[in-house]
């Protein structure tokens, strides 16, 4: 199997359909934050504020190099970010979740741990500056995506299952 890359914006449920999918179907779930996170055994909003964004970008793309040498059968879900990461298309299918800026807020928001969920955003804590982030990604996204589902009102079980079809038509 080819591996599946997860892109999208913050909080549009990455993690969630990637452990949905490697649960129903025979892949392996790895999240690129939580590789970032043990590679340097500090949470991402640590390293947002002890050494910057332009550090935390430059461990995307070692993280994308290893991924796209080193891994396969697996589902990967990404930080908001990694999309602009240089060895994207070399890891695998690029599938970008897909859903209104109003929608991810609703999601975010309506969550038990919602103020942890937003917490551990650096770049969602201003609802505001997240909506303009947003706005100026919402297109770099579709052009990087070799496919494109909307999960609006969908369960992580309904998405998984339209991807695992979406991915054996390709
Ligand atoms: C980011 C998204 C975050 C995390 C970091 C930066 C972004 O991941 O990688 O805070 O640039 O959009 P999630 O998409 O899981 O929130």
Do not use: C
């Amino acid at each position: 199997m080819k591996n599946i890359i997860l892109i999208g914006f913050m909080g549009v449920g990455k993690g969630t359909v990637a452990r949905a999918y490697a649960a129903e179907f025979d892949a392996y779930a790895i999240d690129t934050d939580d590789l970032i996170e043990s590679m340097e055994n500090r949470k991402i909003k640590d390293i947002f504020k002890e050494e910057g964004e332009p550090y935390f970008r430059a461990l995307e793309q070692k993280s994308a190099k290893w991924l796209s040498k080193s891994v396969k059968n697996s589902i990967i879900s990404t930080g908001g970010g990694f999309f602009k990461t240089k060895s994207l298309k070399k890891i695998g299918i690029v599938v970008l979740l897909d859903s209104s800026y109003d929608a991810i807020l609703k999601r975010i928001l309506e969550h038990p741990n919602a103020k942890r969920k937003l917490a551990k955003r650096p770049l969602f804590q201003d609802p505001k500056q997240a909506k303009k982030l947003y706005k100026e990604r919402s297109t770099e996204y579709k052009e990087v995506a070799d496919l494109i589902i909307n999960v609006e009102g969908k369960t992580p079980q309904q998405i998984a299952k339209e991807l695992k079809k979406l991915v054996t038509k390709l």
